[in-house]
């Protein structure tokens, strides 16, 4: 007998839906990747690079992944099983389903760590632990914190209690409220550090420079690929994310116009941060290319000793904590919503389930820096296992087949149908879609897996 519930939550709003979307796909990487592959990439001669990226394979996956889970109205997996049978299909394509949940659960184990860092590093830098530090004293800072698994698994739980506690309130009451404060709140903070960056560092034309002169003899093979990647992994795609996000939405939503604002403002959230970060990184004659360091060991520097420093760093990592909350509870609902409706779970069962084991692999995650740090799976430890397992294989590999699967084995007549398409603008979505979109996916797959 199935343990299939029969009613399905709805988001309440289409502004709601468009802000937890956005909070998904900003994250972690958009405040310091993104503006960082912006700026030593030529400007915003790889801003155009990317946005065309996005809208040939990023969007056309988003619209995918939205249209498949409206359609069946459940979990990825039994979404794209009902959706195969509509079309005709073997239930053999809810592997893809599968992958993406998974995939999601298995990020948000390390995500979570990562996370915890965002938190602690709120307090760490209200209470001046920075305060008069160089490099090496903000750097033996950071060593000694992922040396210290208590601390770590601290701040990994109350992370993972946070994400716990938003989504068990449910579709309206958790995802879409949390969105609703959270991604104002986003923007608020990312607006104040701008305008410190602007009017109290003497260094934001050069931050202005840096990320927005044309630089067109950058855009290489290596910048275009990087691009690609970006493009596709921005997005949440890949996941079960929205194709979860998907399964809440009505018809009324327009996908392809929803799906251009969800791009435009991620784009822009990611530009804001760089106009935010830079500025306090030129003005203090720190290193702009410091990468995934740049966070946990350059930025602390500047605020350890700038007028206003403590201040100031407790909002960007507020900023920061803002900005992985918003896509850790979306990493945590495709598997919630299966335990939800395949098992006797209720909602808030399902996500104490859910998000109890995925806390339980994240304390790997974490012992993987100190305690377990000689164990390793093909060469990397834990968590760099999961993370190149998840970006190098399961996420393009989801993305590939979602878009395969919608543009060769689904009614197309339909799919013109719901999105609204006539004549040369459907041309060119068959054209992107069939075509253009799986080829770019197969190129960053192949290029990740030569890297």
């Not at 306090?280 to 420093?309: D, Q, R, S, Y």
Request: glycine fraction near 12%.
């Amino acid at each position: 007998m199935s343990t299939q519930k029969q009613s399905h939550a709805q988001w309440g709003s289409r502004m709601g839906f468009v802000l937890a979307a956005t909070g998904s796909a900003v994250g972690l990487g958009n405040i310091w990747k993104f503006p960082y592959m912006t700026g030593v990439s030529g400007g915003s001669a790889f801003v155009l690079t990317y946005l065309l990226c996005i809208a040939l394979i990023g969007l056309p996956i988003l619209v995918a992944e939205w249209l498949i889970g409206r359609r069946g109205q459940k979990n990825p997996i039994h979404a794209m099983e009902d959706v195969a049978a509509q079309n005709q299909r073997a239930k053999a394509w809810s592997i893809i389903g599968m992958v993406g949940v998974l995939g999601s659960f298995l990020i948000l184990s390390f995500y979570s760590v990562i996370g915890g860092w965002a938190v602690d590093y709120i307090f760490m830098t209200g209470s001046g632990t920075f305060a008069g530090l160089d490099g090496d004293g903000t750097g033996k800072i950071f060593t000694g914190f992922l040396g210290n698994h208590e601390q770590l698994l601290v701040w990994h739980t109350v992370f993972m209690a946070l994400t716990i506690g938003i989504v068990a309130m449910g579709v309206a009451g958790g995802l879409e409220r949390a969105s609703k404060l959270m991604m104002p709140g986003l923007a608020v903070v990312l607006l104040i550090l701008v305008a410190y960056g602007a009017f109290a560092t003497g260094a934001f034309g050069r931050a202005l420079s840096f990320l927005f002169t044309p630089d067109w003899s950058k855009i290489n093979g290596s910048v275009l690929l990087a691009a690609l990647g970006h493009a596709f992994f921005t997005l949440s795609l890949g996941m079960g994310i929205m194709m979860s996000y998907g399964s809440y939405l009505g018809q009324e939503v327009n996908l392809l116009k929803t799906a251009r604002t969800v791009v435009i403002l991620d784009t822009v959230i990611a530009l804001f941060a760089g106009m935010a970060i830079f500025p306090l990184v030129f003005a203090n004659n720190l290193e702009p290319a410091a990468g995934p360091g740049l966070i946990f060991v350059t930025l602390p520097i500047a605020f350890g000793n700038m007028t206003g420093g403590t201040l100031l760093g407790v909002l960007f990592f507020i900023l920061l904590t803002f900005a992985a909350l918003t896509s850790s509870i979306s990493l945590l609902e495709p598997t919630v919503e299966l335990l939800e409706e395949k098992t006797p779970l209720g909602r808030k069962g399902a996500t104490l389930v859910a998000g109890g084991a995925i806390w339980a692999l994240g304390i790997a995650c974490l012992l993987s820096f100190n305690l377990w740090s000689e164990f390793t799976i093909l060469g990397n430890n834990i968590f760099d296992f999961l993370d190149k397992l998840t970006s190098k294989f399961m996420l393009p590999l989801t993305g590939l087949g979602t878009i395969i699967f919608a543009a060769w084995f689904m009614n197309q007549e339909s799919i013109r149908k719901e999105l609204g398409l006539q004549g040369g603008a459907y041309m060119l979505w068959h054209i992107i879609s069939r075509f253009v979109a799986p080829i770019g996916v197969i190129i960053v797959f192949v290029a990740s897996l030569m890297s």
